[in-house]
Each structure stands twice: as C-alpha cells, then as structure tokens.
C-alpha cells in the first residue's frame, strides 16, 4: 500500500467522522419543519410540497416554481388566519351538499342542532372540518425513497362535532412525495359500537401556469353522469357520460360551465381511475384510489353570468353556495402566538389568474348518505365497529 493511497483512505475515515450527516445531506428527499409548516422535497423533479400541520392541508405544490393549486392569499399567514377552500381541504364528516338539514345512518335520522352554528344552511354543504385546527403532528420524515408527513384528528374528542355527527373516529392523513408525485392518504378508524357511514371528500382548486382556461383540455375517467336537481342534489338519475362530454378524454373547458357529478369510474390495472387538465406543455393528473367512487368537477365558465363572481375569480376562499367554508369550522382552541413566517414557494398567487378546474375526490356521491336511505344509492361505504377506512389520490405533473 503506497503513501498517496494510504493517505487517501486516512481522509476519507476523517471526513466520515467529521461529517457523518453528508450523505444524508446530499439526499434526494427531505422533510423541513418550520412551526407548524412541513416541507416536502424532491430535488430531483425540484418538487416541493408545503403543510400545514395544525390544519393538515398542503397549501404547495410546486414543480420548478410553478405551483399547482390556486391560491387566494398573499402568505402564509393569510392562509393560516383564514384557509377557506384553499389547498387540499378536506370535507367532513360529509362532502359536499345534502339535501336537508340531517343525514340517515344504518337507517336512523340524525338531525342536526342548528344553533350550534358549525352546520349552516337549508342545504349543508362541505361538512365542518376544512378549518379545523386541531391536527397534531404524527411524524415527518424522510428516507431514500420518498418524504411524508403524517397528522392526526381525533373527532371524539370535540363535543360539537360529535353532537352533530354521533359516530366516535379518528382521522390520520398521510402527505407523501415520491417520484414527483404526491399521495394524499386517508385513513378513518372507527371507534363506535355502529358502523359508521363514509361520505368524505376533498376541494382542492388546481391551475396549470403555461395557458389559462381558454386552453386547457379535460380528460375524465368516468362513465357515468348524475343528473342534478335545480338545488345541486343528485336526483338519482344517471346518463352516459357523452350525453354531457361528448368526447370525455377530450374536453375543452372554456366549452363548458362545470359543477358536475361523475360515477362509474374508468379503472387501471390497480383500480385508479385517472381525471387530468393538460395545457399547452404542462399536464397535472389526478388519480383516485378504488374507494373513491365519485368525482365532482367544478370550474364556473368566467363568460357566463354563474361563473363570473367571486367564485368563477377564485375570490376570498368561498365554495359552491357561497358559504364561507371558513366559518363552518371555527378555531377551538385558544390563540397561540404568531407561527414562524414561511415564504410561499411557487409563483406569485394572484398574477395572472388563469383560472382553476376542480377535481374533487369523492367517496360517495353528493347527498350519498340520504339518497342511500332513500334507496337511490347503491355504492354507500361504511366501516364496521372497530374496523378502518383507508384510501388515497395522487396528484401527477408532466411537462414541467
């Protein structure tokens, strides 16, 4: 063994005593805690994923500075203060609207207590948990595969929600970026002696920066349309998808004024079913696990007089109906002090609005629970006493 070779070998056992962290610092993924923020990362697709823990919504994701989800707030701040339906909300106990002010579970009524003021409205509508602010922090970590973050609701615990949704569970939401991809997982265990109805969803508003609306290009993986009442209730009636779309893999969305339910979902070889938005180079796919059954897609046509208010202009967070999701789920804890600032990551939120197309995940169709009992509903999901609901939706970009 000559000098140059022994020498050599002696500084490298130095650089690894002394920098025993290098390699992890060199690693593709990581997960940064900042407060009450978890940044998700992937420097080989330069992909980045903001959380807020303490709402367990992912407010980013940005692919090379471009980000994918509509925003209405100028910082972080803004959105902590007030999140509205920005980022990936989630809509629970029940997703979207129903049709009175009560829902029908293992075929008994449960009618909710208006006064309480966290259910409003002669049609409810997105649950009460999009503003929830009562996620802990599970874990956030990273490994040579991927970067997660995981939160956790305990629903028992909070005696207004439990007065108006009787059924004791916990929520567990997992963010995991892998490849470039983001997994959005569920999982819902149930702690009561019934078994408990699923009618979850999520709102999350998504753009694509190279073209706006007038240019972007629909493909829905769904077979089948349900035809609504004036009040956006499922009637229980359905019709081909082409009755709508008559070319559902290629939809020109400045066509159309959407606030649609889909079913009968396409499915791949691993029972995802796949909605995507392409513009001129960028595409952002949406691919849903096999328990969710339905897909609302939601983008008002700025043209018409429906679609050319605050919420066609991604205006102040408000949702279909114009309730403020925001006040349907009020703080319950006390005011703690100011979090650590975050810059946002992607590009600035408000210059230009392009436009937004939603596809939301759906467990079961809007009003699942009531068209169930009343027998218009066949695909109704429930978890069984001490049993758990699990599933996932990934978002994909290409062309970024």
């Not at 615990?157 to 108006?164: E, G, L």
């Not at 396409?266 to 938005?277: C, H, L, P, T």
């Amino acid at each position: 063994m000559n000098r140059s070779f022994r020498a050599a070998v002696f500084l490298g056992l130095c650089a690894q005593l002394i920098f025993p962290n290098l390699s992890a610092a060199q690693a593709r993924y990581s997960a940064k805690q900042t407060g009450d923020i978890v940044q998700l990362h992937d420097t080989r697709t330069d992909t980045t994923v903001s959380v807020m823990t303490s709402l367990s919504n992912a407010y980013e994701m940005v692919v090379k500075g471009q980000n994918l989800i509509r925003m209405t707030f100028a910082s972080v701040n803004d959105f902590r203060a007030r999140p509205g339906l920005n980022g990936i909300p989630l809509l629970a106990p029940f997703a979207n609207r129903l049709d009175e002010q009560a829902f029908y579970a293992n075929g008994k009524k449960y009618n909710f207590d208006m006064e309480l003021g966290n259910v409003r409205g002669a049609i409810p509508i997105h649950g009460y948990l999009s503003g929830a602010r009562d996620w802990t922090l599970v874990e956030a970590k990273a490994d040579g595969s991927a970067a997660w973050v995981t939160n956790k609701l305990e629903f028992y615990r909070n005696p207004q929600w439990m007065k108006q949704f009787p059924f004791a569970h916990i929520l567990q939401m997992t963010y995991r970026l892998q490849e470039g991809v983001l997994e959005v997982q569920t999982r819902i265990e149930n702690l009561s002696i019934e078994p408990m109805p699923v009618a979850i969803g999520f709102h999350p508003y998504f753009q694509l920066t190279d073209s706006s609306r007038e240019d972007w290009t629909l493909s829905i993986g769904a077979k089948t349309h349900w035809l609504l009442a004036p009040n956006k209730i499922p009637t229980g009636e359905t019709e081909p998808i082409e009755k709508l779309l008559p070319d559902p893999h290629s939809v020109a969305l400045k066509d159309f004024d959407l606030d649609h339910v889909f079913g009968d979902l396409e499915r791949d070889a691993q029972g995802r079913a796949v909605m995507s938005v392409k513009g001129k180079t960028q595409q952002l796919d949406v691919l849903l696990g096999p328990n969710y059954r339905s897909v609302v897609l939601y983008s008002p046509n700025p043209a018409n007089a429906r679609g050319g208010g605050a919420a066609g202009a991604g205006g102040g967070g408000r949702g279909r109906g114009g309730q403020p999701s925001s006040a349907s789920a009020p703080a319950t804890q006390p005011a703690a002090a100011p979090a650590p600032s975050v810059p946002l990551t992607g590009t600035n939120p408000n210059v230009p609005n392009r436009g937004f197309i939603a596809f939301e995940p759906m467990v079961g169709i809007t009003d699942s629970m009531n068209l169930a009992q009343k027998g218009l509903y066949k695909e109704l999901q429930s978890i069984p006493p001490g049993g758990t609901w699990q599933e996932s939706f990934w978002l994909r970009p290409k062309g970024f």
